[in-house]
């Protein structure tokens, strides 16, 4: 294992030299240029546990050094790593439509941004040049960053670990000032989370993963790969951490309390330095990780009392199991009942049952009303914008066919999506729209499907630099997909049915920020406003976004799913500029998407319950625009209906009865 400092075994005292960059965030807003500026946060960096002494233990030192003295046992006690009096090099990277967006409370006036995490390390380090044996502090005020340059992939305080382009040592990290909303956590937190963090792995290189995505470079610290240990109060993680300390795309800390999409947010003891109180994060020592003697924790060893468990090794399912019918569940399907009312219960369906098994489309339970077949995505060894059905293996697809004429005759409406995460597909030449329409049409026609759903997602649809009106866009593989679309209700008729499936990015990140990957379906949507038949936005992987209220909100609450829908329903100032208003979709062309497993089933009907009636649940504090709420809305789809059966159908089984229950729309 590599850690920072001498030998243990040498005693004395490592001193690093460190330089402290503030960093001046510019955002390119055509509605509000905002700036977030850490200089004046460096003041109280300096006095804080990160560069000044505060009591660990039995011990006056920093926050490193203490850490360091926890991991190696029976170190001696002259036997320290600090860090120097910095170098103060501020620097000013600008953040262009694209690559991030603030959000300011109304409430409060403070300001929250988030930003493409890749992008700024590259800005800033092309004006920090090689600092040999140094630490680079990277600071920033406010700001939370996703990777691989999606804001889906959200969020993290910062990064850590060597520059590639500089071979510098860092610590990006933010300080939270005037704490936003949403926030748990406080001052220096987050910059001791990933102080720590590279305390634990040094070499980490995090742009060779973000880049590509690959396994560790050899440098960096190898780990076994560890359970996430149940925490009293925190938020439960299913499945295992990396094999590293050091963190991908969210707070790996196995104390951090965040999943996907959400602000960071672990536990922290409160310290007294120069006169100040000050959070600092409470992380893993590399024992857990490796299974060493104790403590598992710092500061606080309370936190984690035996090693790490280790991963448990993937179990095939049993031979015989695949392909098998899926087991039926415990609780039944709730019957359908009445007459329909206009209100849809909608379901992706990618025919996976439980243990390898597989869901018959022809079995799903009768509350889904609209049924989409997920995938039919790009054709690789075919020339741009051709598509193929792309279903899991070992899927019947004779069977598929007659499983869809069976459904059509219940008066359910199937649909093929197209794309789908981690797909890229681009429509760039205008030459390749008769191969988009011709695939999609046999596709449809050959299976029989009532019509297509688009899900493509970022970086499929991303708006080119200077394309900021939706009425007109000026990027070719938005305007050729329109072009497309239209040629395919030409071939198909008027019976055929059109469904957006956006990111939360590509629709409600459209009123703080247009442009980039922030918008994307605006100008989609208006292209085809006369023929669609309704857009469902996902309300999950999308990172915290702002509301008609003025207030910020993350996925996970009825206030989430209120705010951003209304924004659908209401119409919104593009970019919050100032004349430039999207329109108000119908009612009756709006649905909300919900991520079976992360979503609650009693949260989904509370969210439903406030949209369409406008009764809100306890604890709601966003206030619709329209108090009766909006009767016309369609209702809820969800991703996927098999992941509703492996939950025993608690979803469609509450959902759907109290979306048929309603008076007809």
């Known amino acids: 294992m ?13 001193v690093i030299p460190t330089v402290l960059v503030p960093v001046r965030l510019q955002f390119e807003s055509a509605g509000k240029p905002l700036t977030l500026d850490a200089a004046g946060d460096v003041p109280p960096v300096l006095r804080s546990p990160v560069f000044s002494k505060a009591v660990f233990g039995t011990t006056l030192t920093q926050y490193m050094d203490a850490m360091l003295r926890a991991t190696v046992s029976g170190s001696s006690g002259g036997w320290h790593t600090l860090l120097g009096q910095p170098e103060v090099h501020p620097v000013t990277v600008k953040i262009p439509a694209g690559y991030g967006y603030v959000l300011t409370s109304k409430r409060t006036q403070t300001r929250l941004a988030m930003v493409d995490v890749e992008f700024v390390q590259r800005a800033i380090f092309q004006q920090i040049p090689r600092q040999d044996g140094k630490l680079v502090l990277l600071l920033t005020r406010n700001t939370a960053y996703y990777t691989y340059g999606d804001a889906t992939v959200c969020c993290s305080w910062g990064t850590h670990g060597v520059d590639a382009a500089t071979g510098n040592s860092f610590v990006l990290g933010s300080y939270l000032g005037a704490t936003p909303p949403l926030v748990e956590e406080r001052d220096v937190q987050p910059l001791t989370e990933q102080l720590a963090e590279w305390v634990n792995d040094p070499l980490h290189d995090p742009l060779f993963h973000l880049a590509f995505r690959k396994p560790l470079p050899a440098a960096e610290n190898v ?26 795309y969210v707070l790996q800390d196995p104390l951090g309390t965040n999943e996907r999409s959400d602000l960071p947010a672990g ?20 024992g857990w990780y490796t299974a060493e003697a104790g403590p598992y924790s710092f500061p606080d060893t309370r936190m984690l009392q035996a090693a790490a468990t280790p991963c448990p090794a993937y179990t095939p399912p049993a031979a015989g199991a695949i392909n098998e019918p899926a087991p039926p569940p415990a609780v039944a399907a709730v019957p359908s009942a009445g007459a329909k009312n206009g209100h849809e219960l909608i379901g992706y369906w990618t025919g996976s049952g439980p243990k390898g098994t597989i869901l018959r489309l022809r079995d799903v339970s009768p509350q889904w009303d609209v049924i989409i077949v997920a995938f039919a995505d790009v054709n690789h060894q075919a020339p741009e914008g051709t598509l193929k059905l792309h279903v899991r293996p070992g899927l019947d697809l004779a069977q598929m066919k007659d499983d869809i004429a069976v459904l059509k005759s219940q008066g359910k409406k199937v649909l093929i999506s197209l794309g789908g995460g981690g797909e890229y597909f681009t429509l760039a030449q205008t030459s390749s729209i008769p191969n988009f329409v011709n695939s999609v049409t046999q596709i449809v026609t050959e299976y029989g499907f009532d019509g297509i759903d688009l899900d493509f997602e970022s970086p499929s649809l991303v708006l080119d630099p200077g394309d ?57 949507l208006w292209g085809v406003r006369d023929m669609l038949t309704f857009v469902d936005a996902q ?31 209401h119409g919104f100032s593009v970019g919050e500029r100032a004349g430039d208003f999207f329109p108000p979709v119908p009612a009756d062309k709006v649905a909300v998407g919900f991520l079976v497993g992360p979503a609650t089933p009693q949260g989904v009907s509370g969210a439903m319950q406030y949209l369409i009636t406008g009764k809100a649940p306890a604890g709601v504090t966003y206030k619709l625009r329209r108090p009766g709420g909006y009767p016309g809305m369609i209702g809820a789809m969800f991703w996927t209906i098999d992941g509703d059966l492996g939950e025993d159908y608690a979803f469609s089984n509450l959902v759907g009865p109290q979306l048929h229950g309603y008076a007809e729309k």
């Open 468 to 524: 900021t009106d939706f009425r007109h866009p000026k990027t070719p593989s938005v305007v050729n997909l329109i072009t497309g679309l239209h040629q395919l209700r030409e071939h198909l008729g008027p019976q055929f049915l059109l469904t957006l499936v956006p990111e939360g990015t590509q629709i409600p990140a459209g009123y703080p920020s247009y442009g980039g990957q922030f918008g994307t379906y605006l100008p989609l």
């Open 223 to 248: 780990v076994p790969a560890w359970t996430w240990p149940a925490m009293e109060g925190g938020a439960e993680h299913r499945g295992c951490g990396g094999d590293s300390p050091a963190t991908r």
């Open 539 to 569: 309300d999950y992987n999308t990172p915290p976004l702002e509301g008609l209220d003025g207030e910020v909100y993350q996925m996970g609450s009825v206030d989430y799913d209120a705010a951003m829908t209304e924004l659908l329903l």
């Open 267 to 286: 536990p922290a003891t409160l310290v007294h330095a120069r006169g100040g109180a000050w959070h600092v994060a409470d992380v893993a020592l590399m």
């Open 2 to 14: 590599t850690l920072p400092g001498r030998d243990p075994a040498q005693g004395g005292t490592t």
